[in-house]
Structure formats: structure tokens, C-alpha cells
């Protein structure tokens, strides 16, 4: 994924699209560990909407999370695996500037042991999906 503010300030225009990766099992079971995404980058942002951002405290680390609602401040943001953890439970708010798009697609790479007809089917079919967003995740996320 570029880094938005050297391409800014180089004076280019950011590209709409990106892809990123997601590592880790924060976000499952809406993303696993391997999928593609493909992000759009400026996008509005709603809640529900898989989002990908700049940690908070560590800004050279990009993070995928649920936007569950707008707060003084910024975003507060969820991951769909309430086990995972860090998230604004542990960081807070995350401001505006950090939001850097929303995620349009996912896809799921073929695993090496996906070998038989039937498993190949079963991937073709689901391999690529669109990420919708949850409104009523938004809801379901705050009552924690």
C-alpha cells in the first residue's frame, strides 16, 4: 500500500485503489489470515463499514477493523473476533487523518492442499466476495 503522505507531498495524486493483506485473526470470521483485499482509498465511511488504518500509536503499521461508530475525535473500531483484541478497546478513538479507505473485496488465495475437484469448486465460488458492510455490527460491537 503506498505511503499516503510522501505521495502527497511529492505533489502526485494518490491512486483510488489499493490491495493489502491481511495477516493475523483479528477480523474472522468476516477476513482470515492470507486473504487480499482490494481497498478503496478516501472512501466515505459509515458504520459497519471494514476499514483499513494507521495504528493509532505505530503509524508505519496498517490495521483492518470495523468502523462501528463515529466518536468525538475519530472512529472507534472493532475487529469481528472479540478474542483478538487491539482495537479501540485498547487505543481508543482513532482519528479522521488515520482512516485511510474502505475495503471493497476480498480475496481468498487457494490453499496448497485444496487439491480435489470438489475443494476447487468450493474455492471458485467463494474466492472472491465482496465486503459489505454490517450495520447492525455497529450496533452488536457497541453494546460491549
Known amino acids: ?4 503522505s510522501q505521495e502527497t507531498e511529492r505533489g502526485r495524486a494518490v491512486p483510488p485503489f489499493g490491495l493489502a493483506e491481511v495477516t493475523g485473526p483479528s477480523m474472522v470470521p468476516t477476513l482470515y489470515h492470507g ?4 481497498v478503496q482509498y478516501g472512501a466515505r465511511v459509515r458504520p459497519g463499514d471494514v476499514v483499513v ?3 493509532p500509536f505505530q503509524q508505519d503499521l496498517l490495521v483492518v477493523k470495523r468502523a ?3 466518536r468525538d475525535g475519530g472512529w472507534w473500531v472493532r475487529g469481528d473476533n472479540a478474542f483478538a483484541g487491539g482495537d479501540s ?7 479522521d487523518e488515520l482512516v485511510l479507505g474502505k475495503v471493497r ?4 488465495p487457494l490453499k496448497a492442499d485444496q487439491r480435489s475437484p470438489l475443494a476447487l469448486v468450493r474455492w471458485a465460488l467463494s474466492a472472491a466476495r465482496p465486503v459489505l458492510a454490517v450495520r ?7 453494546a460491549r
Open 53 to 55: 488504518l494507521r495504528h
Open 89 to 95: 478497546t485498547d487505543y481508543g478513538t482513532v482519528p
Open 1 to 4: 500500500m503506498p505511503e499516503l
Open 35 to 38: 486473504d487480499q483485499l482490494v
Open 68 to 70: 462501528v461508530e463515529r
Open 136 to 142: 447492525s455490527a455497529s450496533r452488536r460491537f457497541r
Open 105 to 108: 473485496l476480498r480475496w481468498r
